[in-house]
Structures are given as C-alpha cells and as structure tokens.
C-alpha cells in the first residue's frame, strides 16, 4: 500500500513517500525531485511536468503554469485576475462567472477548469510514483497540502480534483501544518507534556506567497497558535519586479517591449528567475543574455544583489509584516518567547531574509530542514499516521482554522438570529452544538463573518435546510440543536440536527426489594406496583439538505480525465514503438557494418543496410504518425534479420569463456581422480565403484567437450552456431551433478581407542589420598 504525501506548489511539485526507513521524497522520470507544476495539451495527448516545462515556449498557448490559485475561484475574483496574467494560454470567464482556460487538444478547441489541470497534475504525479517505485502497484490513498489561508470553497474545490484524478485523499492538510508535523515528530529533545512549550516560528516564502507559523512544542504534540500569510509575497514577486526593471531598461536600450509578445514576455521572467538565484549565492553583478530576444535582437543586461534589494524593498517589508502579525492581539506569546525560526521556501535562500528575521527576533534563522521538501515530507508522515499499515511514534496535532464564521438562521416574527460558532485560531477538527427552538423547517446559512481578511471573494460557505422540526402538543417551538463542524480537511458542514421532543412515557416505580432471611410470614401482602406517566425529552434525527456555492459533478469529470488518460496511454504505446524502432535502425545500421560485421556475409549486410535506410526514411514521411501496430510489424521483420547476427555475435563472444570453464572443471575432477589412484590420502574414503562413475564422466563429458569445440571452430562466423552456450553450460552442470557429490563426501569419523579397565582395589585395602586431595568427613 502506497503512503503517499503530495506537495502541489503554484512553481514546482514534491512527492514523500513514507517508508519502513522513513520519509523519502522521490525523483521523478528526469530523476529530479521537483516535478514542475505544468500541464501541457497537443494534437495528440498530454504532456506534465519537466516534459510540458521544456516545450512551452514550442506550445505557448496550449500550455497552463500558475495555475494554483486559479483553483476554487471565479474569474472575477481580485487573486484570480492577479495571476492570470502569468499563464501563458488564454483564460477566459464561463458561465456564472467561472474560469475556463481555452487551449487546443486533440487539433480541437477544448476549455478546462482549473481543477482538471489539478486532475491532470495529480495523475502525473501518481504516475511518477507508480514507475519509480516498484512495490507499488496502483496509487489510491494521500495526503495533499494546500496553503493554511484556503477557504472553504477552495479546499471543496481541491478535494474535487482529487476525486477526478481518482485518488482518494485520507486528508487535506495545511502546509504550515506539514511544516511543524515534519520538524516536530523526530526531535527528541522536546519538553515533556506538562512542562514550558518550545515555541517555533515557521516562515515558508513559496512562489506564490509567504506564509509563517507560531507553534508550540511539547513531546508527541504541536498546537498551532497562529498563522499568518500575504499572497503578494513569494518569489514569482520577486521574479517579476527583476523582469519590469529588465523591461524598461531594454524599452529605452533597444526600442523593444518584451510584454507585449507572450514568448520572449515569459522567457525574459524565466531568465529573471535564474538571475534571483545566482544573486543570492553572489554579490558580484549578474548578467542577463538572451540571444534572438525579439526582432532579432540580442539584449544583454546586468543586476547587482544590493540593486535587487533596493528594488523589492516593499516585498521585504511585506514579509516582514507578515511575521509581525503572527503576535497579533489574543496571542500570549511573544517575541521574545520564541526559541527558534525555521525558514522554509524556495525564496527562503534570499540573503535579506535571514536579516529580516534577525532584526525581529535578535537570532539567526535556522535552515535545518530541507527548504524545498518539507511539505512533503510533512503530508507524507500525516499520511503515514492515518495508515493502518503504518506504526508511527504517536503525534498529536492541533490545529487551527482562521477565518471567524457565523451561522444566521431564519425564522417566523423575531425567531431569526445568527451567531458566531467559530473564531479565528480554533481548533480544528472540532464540532459546536447550536440549540434553537422550532416548530417547523428552517434553513441555516454560514458565512466569513469577516469578508475583509478573508482573500477570496466567496464569503457565503453554505445553506443547510432542517427538514422535520414540527410544534410541540401545545403548539410551541421545540429545542433543535445543531452540529456544526469544522473537518479534518479544514471544510465546514453542519453534521446533524436533532429535535428534542416531549413525550409521555409510562415509568414503574421500583418493587421492595426482599433480603433472604428477613421475610415475615405475617406481613400484609405488598401493594401493586405504581405506574407514573412523565415527560421526557426524546431525540429526533431531522433531514438535513445541504447547498454549496460551488458544486463539482464529479463523476463526469473523473469519466473526462480517465478517458484523457486513455488517450494519453495510447499515445505513449505509440511513441514508444516509434522509439523502439527508430533506435533499432540507429543502432543496427552501425554495429552491422562494425561491431557485427563478421556475423554476417558482404551481401546480407548490404540488404540489410538498404532496408535500414529505407526504414529510416519511412518514418521521417508517412511513417511519422503511424499506428502503434505499424512500427512493432516494420521492427519485427527488422528483427528477423539481425536477431540472428546479434545472436551469433554474442554466442561468440560467450562460448569460449563456456568451453573454457568446462574444460577447467574437467581437469580439476581428473587431478582428483588421479590422487585417488595413486593412493592419496584425500579421497582414500570413497568406494572404487563411485570412483569408476566420476572416471567415466571425465571421458564422456570431456569427449563431447572436444567434439563441440572442433565442431564450432570449424564453422563459419556466418553461419547459426553448432553449439550453444547454454547447451555447455548445461553439460558443465549435469557433469557436476554427477561427480561433486562424490568427491565432496565427508570422510568418516575415527573410532576412539576402547578405554582401558582398572584394576579395583582388593578388599580392605583404601585408595590413598593424592597430594591435592582432601579428604571429608
């Protein structure tokens, strides 16, 4: 069973992978660890990952990056206009406001929602873990991180994805929550349960967006105090403040505006990014070279690191703001109390950060977790705990959900109302009881009390409507109470509702009880036991039908994505006996006229060199989109060809080493033999007649050795071999079976000498007590 923790970043992808050994994070089919967050779409399939990465610019308009905060928002959402600029391919408004990302697929116009790309992105991943790991079959089961800040409709929109990628999520994690499950589960110097918390700042700078965390430390357990966030933070910001300064030095320098051509615009943001990272690691200036820019044009430029801090200066101050705000009113700890600061994140490597986070603190960040892995590593060991198959050192995680939401609720005359159920910081998961009087249905909303702090413009969560409330006997409201809850994967619900209704119950008071030995025959009869009728409280389950904003028909989008994956299947069987064929047209074509070339007469190499060639053209014109049928036919009948002289030339290069072994073993068993007849002492043991067999496999054997050998050298190289290495081998091994036996045969054990009698003592006389010995009493 797979334990899978999946690491989705709006820039890169992560896999942990739990095993007996621990957590591993695994390379994927480039042999790399980080899997990029693209999804590519063509005439013929799919592309993800490196593959899709490395032709966008060949396929633009048809691939999809930056993506992540797309997911489980409408297109007039303010983050969403934020990001959309950075996607390559067009994106457009649907229906009811949703997004859609226009590309071709299958020579086909096609629009996708973000959450199949996530769909898409997940197969990929599920893929890479399925080729790479060898025990693992089919991947079902994970656990996937999504940023702390996610609300609800986002979170539902993530589950989603999964479900269409056919996946099924044990838990929605935080990634702030990753973080601290991975630093806190393998150290063992935490103060014990009762005693002073460890308090751990945890700042992670993403792509996208910065996200920190206060957490407090105790053995087996985190508790997740606080967590701030701003989405206009992270190292894309960095990236793109460095490509605006770019753009505007070579408006002037060469006449040209790279914004406003898609290629050269997101190949100048890809440059910025490698000039961020050599910045970090030199104070030295860092050129920028791209050759055939834009009309033709060569641009060259350079930024020092001291440049680029003047230049993202509001950057810094805004990740600043965000550690600050991590003491925001409410929260007891301080500053002060905070005994380390992990910092996380690809941009986490930025020199200004480490002094940003010195200034507050007054002590150096640490970097004892791998900076890029850790979320995954994190989701995997969650993962691991939720496993039957796994047994993990126990862990306690409490969590903690930001947003204030509150629950209104109508009603007949004044009985409407609504209140706050849960505050920010709460714990999580957790569930709240309501308690309202009704006589009748009645329906519940939840909303983000705070539409402010809350980055997503969906602040209404859900309707729930309570079906089965009804008056009491007198026609008065009855007590409803309602389960409200937030889950293990951070989504709201209202979990049940129950009525409580009065009902008259007959209840028997308890008899007298009789103790043996006190009953008196003359006592009167006991009266008749008494019957009460009372009032009680009887719980009733009510329906409860919930609404959401946002639903997701996953059945048929799951159905889409398996059928994309067929396709995709087909396609990767296609090209890999395309490859297989073109590869064996290469490689034959080379080796027949060198490597093969005495296995095989003048005549039949140049045949089979025409037919290469013409192979070779065949598929650079109409072989070029051939059936997968078509290229296995073309190299088998290739193959009838050169199997034979690839099998001559490895029988050749094997056989003598074959022979030569045998005639070692041979010889070895006649220098045993002739020791035996010359009256050695090592096999004196054995018996004449087991003798006489290895004597006889020595002539037998080395006789058909000899036969075979003078058989093959007399052959031409040309021609299919006499003998077989395989065949020798055999003939080496039944010789073996034969005469090891015998020869290994233990000698048998000496007999020891009889022990002598001693002579016993005649009567009366006594033993004599030797020097040494005591005699007792």
Same mark, same amino acid.
């Given at each position: 069973?797979?334990?899978?923790?999946?690491?989705?970043?709006?820039?890169?992808?992560?896999?942990?992978?739990? +095993?007996?050994?621990?957590?591993?994070?695994?390379?994927?089919?480039?042999?790399?660890?980080?899997?990029?967050?693209?999804?590519?779409? &063509?005439?013929?399939?799919?592309?993800?990952?490196?593959?899709? #990465?490395?032709?966008?610019?060949?396929?633009?308009?048809?691939?999809?990056?930056?993506?992540?905060?797309?997911?489980?928002?409408?297109?007039?959402?303010?983050?969403?206009?934020?990001?959309?600029?950075?996607?390559?391919?067009?994106?457009?408004?649907?229906?009811?406001?949703?997004? &859609?990302?226009?590309?071709?697929?299958?020579?086909?116009?096609?629009?996708?929602?973000?959450?199949?790309?996530?769909?898409?992105?997940?197969?990929?991943?599920?893929?890479?873990?399925?080729?790479?790991?060898?025990? @693992? +079959?089919?991947?079902? /089961?994970?656990?996937?991180? =999504?940023?702390?800040?996610?609300? /609800?409709?986002?979170?539902?929109?993530?589950?989603?994805?999964?479900?269409?990628?056919?996946?099924?999520?044990? #838990?929605?994690?935080?990634?702030?929550?990753?973080?601290?499950?991975?630093?806190?589960?393998?150290?063992?110097?935490?103060?014990?349960?009762?005693?002073?918390? #460890?308090?751990?700042?945890?700042?992670?700078?993403?792509?996208?967006?910065?996200?920190?965390?206060?957490?407090?430390?105790?053995?087996?357990?985190?508790?997740?105090?606080?967590?701030?966030?701003?989405?206009?933070?992270?190292?894309?910001?960095?990236?793109?403040?460095?490509?605006?300064?770019?753009?505007?030095?070579?408006?002037?320098?060469?006449?040209?505006?790279?914004?406003?051509?898609?290629?050269?615009?997101?190949?100048?943001?890809?440059?910025?990014? #490698?000039?961020?990272?050599?910045?970090?690691?030199?104070?030295?200036?860092?050129?920028?070279?791209?050759?055939?820019?834009?009309?033709?044009?060569?641009?060259? &430029?350079?930024?020092?690191?001291?440049?680029?801090?003047?230049?993202?200066?509001?950057?810094?101050?805004?990740? +600043?703001?965000?550690?600050?705000?991590?003491?925001?009113?409410?929260?007891?700890?301080?500053?002060?109390?905070?005994?380390?600061?992990?910092?996380?994140?690809?941009?986490?490597?930025?020199?200004?950060?480490?002094?940003?986070?010195?200034?507050?603190?007054?002590?150096?960040?640490?970097?004892?977790?791998?900076?890029?892995? %850790?979320?995954?590593?994190?989701?995997?060991?969650?993962?691991?705990?939720?496993?039957?198959?796994?047994?993990?050192?126990?862990?306690?995680?409490?969590?903690?959900?930001?947003?204030?939401?509150?629950?209104?609720?109508?009603?007949?005359?004044?009985?409407?109302?609504?209140? !706050?159920?849960?505050?920010?910081?709460?714990?999580?998961?957790?569930?709240?009881?309501?308690?309202?009087?009704?006589?009748?249905?009645?329906?519940?909303?939840?909303?983000? %009390?705070?539409?402010?702090?809350?980055?997503?413009?969906?602040?209404?969560?859900?309707?729930?409507?309570?079906?089965?409330?009804?008056?009491?006997?007198? &026609?008065?409201?009855?007590? @409803?109470?309602?389960? =409200?809850?937030?889950?293990?994967?951070?989504?709201?619900?209202?979990?049940?509702?129950?009525?409580?209704?009065?009902?008259?119950?007959?209840?028997?008071?308890?008899?007298?009880?009789?103790?043996?030995?006190?009953?008196?025959?003359?006592?009167?009869?006991?009266?008749?036991?008494?019957?009460?009728?009372?009032?009680?409280? =009887?719980?009733? !389950?009510?329906?409860?039908?919930?609404?959401?904003?946002?639903?997701?028909?996953?059945?048929?989008?799951?159905?889409?994505?398996?059928?994309?994956?067929?396709?995709?299947?087909?396609?990767?069987?296609?090209?890999?006996?395309?490859?297989?064929?073109?590869?064996? =047209?290469?490689?034959?074509?080379?080796? @027949?006229?060198?490597?093969?070339?005495?296995?095989?007469?003048?005549?039949?190499?140049?045949?089979?060199?025409?037919?290469?060639?013409?192979?070779?053209?065949?598929?650079?014109?109409?072989?070029?989109?051939?059936?997968?049928? @078509?290229?296995?036919?073309?190299?088998?009948?290739?193959?009838?060809?050169?199997?034979?002289?690839?099998?001559?030339?490895?029988?050749?290069?094997?056989?003598?080493?074959?022979?030569?072994?045998?005639?070692?073993?041979?010889?070895?068993?006649?220098?045993?033999?002739?020791?035996? %007849?010359?009256?050695?002492?090592?096999?004196?043991?054995?018996?004449?007649?087991?003798?006489?067999?290895?004597?006889?496999?020595?002539?037998?054997?080395?006789?058909?050795?000899?036969?075979?050998?003078?058989?093959?050298?007399?052959?031409?190289?040309?021609? %299919?071999?006499?003998?077989?290495?395989?065949?020798?081998?055999?003939?080496?091994?039944?010789?073996?079976?034969?005469?090891?036996?015998?020869?290994?045969?233990?000698?048998?054990?000496?007999?020891?000498?009889?022990?002598?009698?001693?002579?016993?003592?005649?009567?009366?006389?006594?033993?004599?007590?030797?020097?040494?010995?005591?005699?007792?009493?």
């Amino acid at each position: 069973m797979s334990v899978l923790g999946f690491d989705i970043g709006n820039l890169n992808c992560y896999i942990g992978v739990a +095993r007996q050994g621990g957590i591993e994070v695994i390379t994927n089919d480039y042999s790399l660890h980080a899997t990029p967050a693209c999804v590519s779409f &063509g005439p013929k399939d799919r592309s993800m990952g490196v593959a899709a #990465r490395q032709a966008v610019n060949t396929n633009i308009k048809n691939t999809v990056i930056n993506f992540k905060h797309l997911v489980g928002r409408k297109f007039s959402d303010p983050v969403a206009q934020r990001f959309i600029p950075f996607i390559p391919c067009k994106v457009v408004q649907l229906p009811n406001d949703d997004i &859609g990302i226009q590309v071709s697929y299958l020579d086909e116009p096609h629009t996708f929602t973000p959450e199949q790309v996530l769909a898409a992105l997940l197969t990929k991943l599920r893929t890479i873990v399925e080729s790479q790991l060898t025990d @693992v +079959r089919k991947v079902t /089961d994970c656990v996937l991180a =999504v940023p702390s800040y996610f609300t /609800d409709v986002q979170r539902r929109a993530v589950h989603s994805a999964i479900q269409y990628a056919g996946l099924n999520s044990l #838990r929605v994690i935080n990634e702030t929550t990753a973080i601290a499950l991975a630093y806190g589960i393998y150290k063992q110097d935490l103060p014990e349960e009762n005693d002073k918390p #460890r308090n751990v700042v945890f700042l992670d700078i993403g792509h996208s967006s910065t996200q920190a965390s206060l957490v407090s430390f105790n053995r087996g357990k985190l508790h997740m105090v606080n967590t701030a966030y701003d989405l206009e933070a992270g190292g894309l910001w960095f990236d793109n403040l460095i490509r605006e300064h770019f753009r505007q030095e070579f408006k002037s320098k060469y006449g040209i505006d790279a914004s406003t051509s898609p290629r050269p615009w997101l190949r100048l943001l890809d440059e910025c990014e #490698r000039v961020k990272k050599q910045m970090s690691a030199n104070q030295t200036p860092i050129p920028l070279n791209i050759e055939c820019f834009m009309e033709d044009k060569d641009v060259t &430029g350079k930024m020092q690191r001291h440049e680029f801090e003047e230049l993202a200066t509001p950057i810094f101050q805004r990740i +600043r703001q965000v550690l600050v705000n991590l003491f925001a009113e409410g929260v007891t700890i301080k500053p002060e109390d905070v005994e380390e600061i992990e910092i996380v994140g690809g941009s986490s490597r930025i020199p200004m950060i480490r002094q940003i986070v010195k200034e507050l603190f007054g002590k150096e960040p640490k970097t004892t977790m791998n900076q890029d892995e %850790a979320v995954a590593r994190g989701a995997a060991m969650q993962c691991a705990i939720l496993s039957p198959t796994f047994r993990v050192r126990e862990f306690a995680i409490k969590d903690s959900q930001p947003y204030r939401i509150r629950l209104s609720w109508n009603g007949p005359g004044d009985n409407g109302g609504e209140n !706050d159920v849960f505050s920010p910081r709460d714990e999580v998961p957790f569930s709240k009881l309501v308690s309202l009087l009704r006589s009748g249905p009645f329906q519940v909303e939840a909303h983000y %009390a705070q539409p402010n702090v809350v980055p997503h413009n969906q602040v209404h969560i859900g309707s729930w409507k309570v079906n089965g409330a009804r008056p009491g006997p007198d &026609g008065s409201n009855q007590k @409803v109470k309602v389960k =409200v809850r937030v889950n293990p994967d951070g989504i709201f619900t209202i979990a049940s509702a129950t009525m409580y209704e009065p009902k008259i119950v007959e209840e028997a008071q308890a008899e007298p009880m009789e103790v043996d030995g006190n009953t008196n025959p003359e006592a009167p009869p006991a009266e008749p036991v008494e019957v009460k009728k009372v009032t009680k409280l =009887v719980p009733v !389950d009510l329906e409860v039908l919930e609404s959401i904003p946002v639903s997701y028909d996953v059945q048929k989008f799951h159905q889409l994505e398996l059928q994309m994956q067929a396709v995709d299947a087909k396609e990767k069987a296609k090209a890999d006996a395309k490859n297989s064929l073109e590869e064996y =047209v290469y490689e034959m074509r080379d080796k @027949v006229s060198e490597q093969y070339a005495d296995f095989i007469t003048a005549q039949a190499a140049d045949e089979f060199r025409s037919v290469l060639t013409v192979t070779e053209d065949w598929l650079y014109d109409e072989g070029e989109n051939a059936d997968r049928d @078509v290229y296995e036919k073309r190299l088998s009948e290739l193959k009838a060809v050169g199997t034979p002289v690839v099998e001559r030339y490895r029988e050749f290069e094997t056989r003598k080493p074959a022979f030569d072994a045998f005639d070692q073993a041979i010889l070895r068993v006649r220098k045993s033999y002739e020791d035996y %007849a010359n009256g050695g002492p090592t096999f004196a043991h054995l018996d004449s007649k087991e003798m006489e067999k290895v004597i006889n496999a020595i002539e037998d054997k080395k006789r058909w050795l000899d036969e075979a050998r003078h058989k093959q050298e007399t052959r031409p190289k040309t021609d %299919a071999p006499v003998v077989f290495t395989e065949e020798i081998n055999q003939q080496k091994m039944a010789f073996e079976n034969i005469v090891n036996p015998i020869l290994n045969k233990k000698k048998p054990a000496a007999q020891s000498p009889p022990k002598k009698e001693e002579p016993q003592p005649a009567a009366g006389d006594q033993p004599q007590s030797q020097p040494g010995e005591m005699d007792v009493d």
